[in-house]
Every structure is written in C-alpha cells, then in structure tokens.
C-alpha cells in the first residue's frame, strides 16, 4: 500500500448545545447554502465576514450531511478552510454556526494544526485547545462585524 505524503486536514467540530432548540429543524439536503431559496440574510452575512473577517486562507462554506450532534466543522487545508454547516438547520441557525466556525478558521495557528494530527490527543482536549482565548477573541471580532452588518 503506498503512503500519501499530502498533508492530513485537521478538523474542529463543534457539537451540539444542550440548549439548541430540534424545533428549528428544516428537512432540506440542499447541496449550496448561498443557492437556498429565501436565504439572503445568510448570502449578505457570508459576503460581509469575507470583507470584514477575511482569514489567512480563502474559506469555502458548505451544507453538509454531519451527524445530527454536529452544527459545523471547520477544517484547516493547506490552500484553503473549509466550513460545513449541517444541512438541516434554519438560516438563522446557519448563519449563528457559520459565524462560531469563520472564527476558527480566523483563529487558526500552527498549534492547532500540530496538535489535530497528534494520535495522542483526545477529543476533549482538542476542543478546548480550539476553543481557547485566541478563538474568544477571533470570536468576538466575527460577532461584532455580525452585529455591525450594514441594513
């Protein structure tokens, strides 16, 4: 069996809250979140974080089949972030798991990458190494761009 020398992506999924509420659900297998019908708010937010919020790397947005405990996932190539959002949530929900994912692929450092190829570091402390005052921080500036969006 031949050994691949391309670089493994490293993957941050952020899972489910205790709080989300499954009421928001929407059957929908939509490849393209920006081509849903009616999704304007989400297009004009996507479109302001890259104006505003641009990472070090392109990123590319998609719906995704996830599991139904994983909102999104943020995932670290060499030329580019890939987000994926679960297909099944509301714009409004999307839009909230699109603006937690873009700040990790904002927050995103040599660290992170290292440490999500290790065998030896679990789930947990994968998370809480991703989750950190970096991605707070990444976070916030995300939020308030968010927030700021012009009417």
């Known amino acids: ?29 939509v490849a393209s979140l920006t081509q849903r019908h009616g999704w304007r708010f989400f297009r004009r ?7 505003t919020c641009p990472p070090a790397k392109p990123v590319i947005v998609r719906a995704s089949n996830l599991p ?5 996932e943020c995932i670290g190539r060499p030329s580019r972030f890939v987000v994926l959002v679960n297909h099944f949530l509301t ?19 040599c660290l ?21 005052e970096t991605w707070g921080c990444a976070f916030s500036k995300v939020y308030r761009a968010y927030i700021e969006l012009p009417a």
């Open 1 to 29: 069996m031949a050994h691949s020398t391309k670089p493994r992506a490293t993957v941050i999924c952020c899972h489910r809250r205790d709080d989300f509420d499954p009421g928001t659900i929407i059957p929908s297998r």
């Open 45 to 51: 937010v996507l479109a302001h974080l890259r104006d």
């Open 68 to 72: 139904s405990t994983t909102l999104g």
């Open 91 to 109: 714009e409004q929900n999307a839009v909230d798991v699109l603006i937690h994912e873009w700040a990790h692929a904002l927050s995103w450092n």
């Open 112 to 132: 992170i990458e290292e440490q999500g190829k290790r065998n030896d570091v679990d789930d947990r402390q994968f998370q809480e190494l991703s989750h950190d």
